[in-house]
Nanobody, 116 residues
Framework: QGQLVESGGGLVQPGGSLRLSCAAS????????MTWYRQAPGKERELVAH????????RYADSVKGRFTISRDNAKRTVYLQRDSVKFEDTAVYYC?????????WGKGTLVTVSS
């Protein structure tokens, strides 16, 4: 059974940086596209960033483009989300997702709070 475990959340000041990690186990990580989502209080879950299985293609939500960077290390079975120049509105629970041909896995999320 596939599992995803996010880490790296916490408190960060506006303008600061934070890197989230998502470690995978129980499935062939290297062939799955990986996506970071987030859900802010009172809002629907939204896509933040996506990376293809080889890492060759990435895409971002307009709200984070130029500030966040998604990457992956298939040898370590881990996907990352580097968050720079964070804003108050980046406060949310961040989830990672693996998806391939109708099969998907979700992590339980990690809370990131942007506060001064």
């Amino acid at each position: 059974q596939g599992q995803l475990v996010e880490s790296g959340g916490g408190l960060v000041q506006p303008g600061g940086s934070l890197r989230l990690s998502c470690a995978a186990s129980g499935f062939t990580f290297s062939i799955y596209g990986m996506t970071w989502y987030r859900q802010a209080p009172g809002k629907e879950r939204e896509l933040v960033a996506h990376i293809t299985s080889t890492g060759g293609l990435t895409r971002y939500a307009d709200s984070v483009k130029g500030r966040f960077t998604i990457s992956r290390d298939n040898a370590k079975r881990t996907v990352y989300l580097q968050r720079d120049s964070v804003k108050f509105e980046d406060t949310a629970v961040y989830y990672c997702n693996a998806f391939l041909n109708g099969v998907g896995y979700w992590g339980k999320g990690t809370l990131v709070t942007v506060s001064s």
